[in-house]
């Protein structure tokens, strides 16, 4: 039987569907005589509880259930019938009116769009690349031999100067009144890196070991503490305790104590310049990635079915309370979150795939199972035991999924950018390394 459907705005739809009452019955009656087997009440022996002890119980959830069940299997046969590809759940509702021994339902639903993407040829697209230099390499020896450094007290004559570690005892005062975090005793930081406001370092800085000194500070008007932000306090800050640091000496001790097994400084900064490189090219693919996907986007036309929006919302909810629970914040699976929220960048990430899909269809871009193989041993490379990474991918389907989905992105970032016009644009390696 043909299925009639009803366009009603944009990608929604509407078919009826019917379900004969005598199907129903037979299947709610057969259900309840399995259940009655099994059913347990007192005064009765297992499998001889009346059925309609059994009906009157069970009766309507059994058909709650059946009503369900066929409901689904006639939505999905006139889905196939009348070829429709259903994006989300759909809405079922009874109607009133319906032909004698049938009961009536309403499906409205959304359908998947038709995906248009215009000649990419006109789009333009800024593809970056960096390089590890030599100084980047000096910079990344000077912040392994901070990991490492040790630290002795100074002398009683002197002073705090940038790189020592300062123990202090400090408290605020807005208007001569203390405030939330204002105060602190035995408090250490490092002078000169940045880890205290620089109206605050400026004040320790000079000072000797058991020297008090009050001074003011004005706290900037983007403080993360909203409290304070943009008000002056008086602090009242004693110095307990001044520590010089010591680097480590840039030698053969040195390598050997970070794993280099030549054990030679030559060494250490090849090993070095590997690994920034393998980072370098990770952030290079992600921003041209991101520049290939959003030149996509504007050339592709398209609805966005709004369930599918609703349902990537709810999934970010669901990830922001994990993230929550993982924090350590009580009662974060309830937290209040709303889904609404979400639902701007729910619609991005939503739109994207489907332009993406669509183009992996049309130009046949699949992952290859050498592509697979290629970027999990490439991922591998920065562990200690590659081989064992290989195997844990390769023996999880979920894993081997996401390697599937970051494979079938490069594709399709190589395919944007080699029918695009493209401007090369060398970015210096702190540029590209700040960028998130």
């Avoid at 939505?75 to 021994?101: C, H, T, W, Y």
């Avoid at 690349?129 to 000077?142: F, G, P, Q, Y």
């Avoid at 030549?262 to 060494?267: D, Q």
């Avoid at 064992?388 to 081997?400: A, F, I, K, T």
Wanted: hydrophobic share 40%.
């Amino acid at each position: 039987m043909a299925v009639t459907v009803e366009t009603l705005e944009k990608l929604e739809r509407r078919i009826t569907l019917t379900l004969a009452a005598t199907v129903i019955n037979s299947e709610v009656e057969s259900r309840l005589k399995k259940l009655a087997r099994t059913v347990k009440a007192d005064g009765f022996r297992p499998g001889k509880v009346p059925m309609s002890f059994v009906q009157q119980r069970y009766g309507m959830q059994v058909q709650y259930e059946v009503v369900n069940d066929k409901l689904g299997e006639a939505f999905s046969a006139a889905a196939n019938e009348a070829k429709l590809r259903v994006a989300g759940m759909p809405s079922i509702a009874q109607k009133d009116e319906a032909a004698e021994g049938e009961l009536a339902f309403d499906a409205t639903f959304e359908v998947y769009p038709e995906v248009k993407i215009a000649d990419l040829a006109d789009a333009e697209i800024e593809r970056v690349s960096a390089e590890v230099t030599e100084e980047a390499i000096d910079k990344t020896v000077e912040i392994l031999r901070k990991q490492r450094r040790s630290f002795a007290q100074r002398g009683a004559a002197d002073v705090a100067a940038d790189g020592d570690r300062v123990t202090i005892d400090f408290e605020g005062k807005i208007d001569g009144e203390p405030f939330a975090g204002g105060k602190a005793d035995g408090f250490q930081f490092l002078l000169g890196e940045g880890q205290m406001l620089e109206a605050f370092e400026k004040a320790v800085r000079g000072m000797k070991a058991g020297e008090s000194k009050t001074f003011p500070l004005a706290f900037p008007e983007d403080y993360h503490g909203k409290d304070v932000a943009g008000k002056e306090a008086d602090f009242l800050v004693t110095v307990k305790k001044i520590e010089a640091q010591h680097l480590p000496d840039v030698n053969e001790s040195f390598a050997k104590a970070l794993g280099i097994k030549e054990g030679t400084v030559e060494a250490l900064r090849a090993d070095i310049k590997k690994n920034l490189e393998r980072e370098v090219k990770f952030r290079v693919l992600a921003k041209n990635k991101g520049a290939a996907m959003d030149a996509l986007v504007g050339k592709a036309e398209l609805d966005v079915p709004k369930s599918l929006i609703a349902g990537e919302a709810e999934r970010m909810v669901a990830n922001a309370r994990e993230d929550l629970k993982k924090r350590g914040i009580k009662d974060a699976d309830k937290a209040p979150i709303p889904a609404e929220l979400f639902n701007d960048q729910a619609e991005k990430r939503v739109r994207l795939g489907l332009v993406v899909a669509e183009l992996v269809r049309s130009q046949n871009l699949q992952a290859k199972p050498e592509q697979l193989q290629a970027h999990i041993e490439e991922i591998s490379q920065s562990y200690e035991k590659p081989a064992e990474v290989v195997r844990w991918y390769l023996s999880d389907r979920e894993r081997m999924a996401e390697v599937e989905a970051v494979v079938i992105e490069n594709n399709v970032t190589d395919f944007i950018l080699g029918k695009a016009k493209i401007t090369d644009k060398q970015l210096p390696f702190d540029e590209l390394m700040a960028t998130a």
